[in-house]
């Protein structure tokens, strides 16, 4: 079965801590995302990749830079925590052919991080 | 750009009825998607059904089907013989026929089936 694989599930971290969240998939998909979900707001796109080493930005970068330097894995990085980004990030990956066709976004199941 | 608007916070439905969940879309795009998405308590993202903007007819999976009217931009899905199993957050999404699966997601809709 098709797995993308959050490393954690909650995570507590302090004001200006350096933060990473971690994403695995194991089914060779090209492309990676990284959502941010919020009550009322939905949920709405941080950054995406679409190979090794390249990423494009989302609606949503400030303060998050992102790191995809094996294809099965997407690093999500807060340089430095604040409290407003105390949020639910989910991780997706795609494969890459005929967009959305035929295709599916996977998703992981979630970390909460909270910032204190 | 491209929003997705879901009005209603949270429905409720007796098990076994049918509901409705609402959603309008603003696009300028002629070649899109659209997707229901639902997300159950395990937080777990599960694609319920898929509609392309070119295909005239309603996309049906099993109890779900949508309403797709396209020149009102609305997008509207049927959960038909509601059950338990069916109390999620729904979603409704946009994306860019050339998107590569970047969505635009609407606010949610919190579903809650009744016994």
């Known amino acids: 079965d098709v797995k993308v694989t959050q490393s954690s599930r909650y995570l507590v971290k302090r004001t200006g801590e350096k933060v990473f969240l971690e994403c695995v998939q194991d089914?060779?998909?090209?492309?990676m995302f990284w959502y941010r979900q919020d009550p009322g707001l939905g949920l709405r796109l941080i950054y995406f990749s679409y190979d090794v080493k390249m990423k494009e930005k989302g609606d949503i970068p400030e303060g998050y830079s992102v790191s995809r330097e094996k294809k099965e894995r997407f690093s999500l990085i807060l340089e430095s925590a604040s409290t407003n980004q105390t949020s639910m990030y989910l991780c997706a990956s795609s494969p890459r052919g005929q967009q959305l066709l035929n295709e599916k976004l996977f998703f992981g199941s979630g970390t909460q991080l909270s910032v204190l | 750009a491209q929003t997705v608007t879901q009005s209603q916070p949270e429905m409720s439905v007796q098990e076994a009825e049918t509901v409705t969940l609402s959603c309008t879309y603003d696009t300028s795009e002629n070649n899109y998607y659209l997707f229901w998405y639902k997300q159950p308590p395990s937080r777990q993202m599960i694609l319920v059904i898929r509609?392309?903007?070119?295909?005239?007819q309603n996309a049906t999976e099993n109890r779900f089907s949508v309403n797709f009217q396209k020149a009102a931009k609305s997008f509207s899905l049927k959960i038909s013989d509601s059950q338990l199993g069916d109390t999620a957050m729904y979603f409704c999404a946009f994306a860019r026929g050339t998107s590569y699966g970047k969505l635009t997601f609407g606010q949610g809709t919190i579903l809650t089936v009744h016994p």
């Open positions: 509609q392309e903007a070119y295909k005239q």
């Open positions: 089914m060779d998909h090209e492309n």
